[in-house]
């Protein structure tokens, strides 16, 4: 219908639809944009962490405890898939080891004729565990448990154990074991995804 | 305008501009959200894998074609770029090798002096190998064939070519060559991002 | 009030409210979809990208300078974590190496009892540069000054520094210094997460 209009205000002639049209057009951007920022703040895949932990080793064990350790003090749904050599970080009888050799970005760099020396694999585990020791940082075994204790879910991958002959009793308590599949799809729900 | 009011309907003085701005009000927050929910819901970046393969030995290998193929049976869109050492596994002649120096988390770790010596390398590949053929996983090779059979798209980088050497012809068919801005600009519309 | 009626367009005795009402039901829904899509298409998560660096060789220092001045050249918020040996990229005095020992998937190969001889670090790291130079990519401490310029964030783990007695004046000017929930925060909201 005809809107009866005032000077300055709705063109003559404008019907109601038009003048609504019109105005929409005008506020809609800001005021959907303003929501939609909203909406995206509670986006669940900003809420949500998933990393594979595929190394075994010392050095590579403290970054998916303490990334997924991290991520769950800050609130987020955080899960470590450990898959090949990674299946190590979840054995009942924990022992990671780091090794010099052929790594010239070693806090103290080893000749790798040096490094391949009995002995050296110790010393350097030793000395890499007592300087996060000496610093606070908790060793790996605490950070698992801190991991579990927060919520972390960590996920013992199922091929692994298969091909490498792991049995469910080698492994600690309170994990889960599932295959790649079932993590890709979780990860696909997640903005944080990192393969450590 | 104003609009002339009528007792208890509309307070009086109300213009068409307050009449929708107070629908608005109350009605937008819930229909972005929705709208919001919905667009997450069939978001592409939830469908989209983008894996970058930067690895070429036997045990690296695994995880980018273990987790491209999963994500394609899944019915995701997926894509590896193989980059720096990872070009190897794009080579027509594929020979991919494991070494256990320097590993301590090997399923059988070997000390490094025994690592070193010649034959040792083919040992633990041949080991490795027949470790998964044994459990049913194929082959590395198979797993690639699986891949393109997918429609996982495997792109080889070109400044890597470049800079190795590589040709075309010492690559297999099916795969495609590009650069690193065009796979990152894929890579932003995917949750699932891995670097491995 | 009412709305003076034109038959066929606002049933008789319907106010203005109702009739705003009425047609703003039938067609918000379509504006606001448009305005969600629009507004998703602008998702600051595909604008982001987070990359964690935490190895400190040649080898590896090229990945993340290389992905992360790609993603500011096309225009991304890019931000590259320098943690655990990746710390070492930001050294003053950058000093990167590479070691064949144990990598089978190097471009020349060496079986691991030549790669131990004294001297045979320094010939790859210096191939691999010279490689890299020949075919124009820039070096280093070259990718690193262009990230800088380009805007992306290079930012230094604290706990790295602290843990590996690392102090501010040993690192380059123009980066940050931060800790990983921080960093963590940050990636929550970008679709590329990578950890090199």
Redesign the interface.
């Given at each position: 219908?005809?809107?009866?209009?005032?000077a300055g205000?709705?063109p003559a002639g404008r019907t109601?639809?038009e003048?609504?049209?019109a105005?929409?057009r005008k506020?809609?951007?800001d005021?959907?944009?303003a929501?939609?920022?909203?909406?995206?703040e509670g986006?669940p895949?900003?809420?949500t962490?998933r990393i594979?932990a595929?190394?075994?080793?010392l050095?590579w064990a403290?970054?998916p405890f303490?990334?997924a350790s991290?991520?769950a003090?800050?609130g987020?749904d955080a899960a470590v898939f450990f898959?090949?050599?990674g299946l190590?970080l979840l054995k009942r009888d924990l022992r990671?080891?780091?090794?010099?050799?052929?790594?010239?970005?070693?806090?103290i760099p080893v000749?790798?004729?040096v490094?391949?020396?009995?002995g050296?694999?110790s010393a350097a585990t030793w000395m890499m565990s007592d300087?996060?020791r000496k610093?606070g940082?908790p060793s790996v075994a605490e950070l698992r448990d801190v991991c579990i204790e927060s919520g972390v879910r960590l996920i013992a991958c199922q091929?692994t154990m298969?091909?490498?002959g792991f049995k469910r009793e080698d492994l600690i308590d309170g994990i889960e074991v599932g295959g790649?599949?079932a993590f890709?799809?979780e990860?696909?729900?997640?903005?944080?995804?990192?393969?450590?």
């Open positions: 219908m005809a809107v009866p209009d005032r205000e709705v109601l639809e003048a609504v049209e105005y929409l506020r809609l951007p005021l959907v944009a929501e939609v920022r909203k909406a995206l986006d895949a900003r809420q962490c594979i595929s190394k075994g080793t050095d403290y970054p303490i990334l991290a991520a003090a800050m987020m898959t090949f050599y190590n990671v080891q780091v090794d010099p050799i052929g790594n010239p970005a070693m806090p000749p790798n004729l490094a391949a020396l009995p050296v694999r300087m996060f610093k940082v091929m298969d091909v490498l790649a599949a890709l799809n990860a696909s729900r997640a903005h944080v995804t990192l393969f450590v």
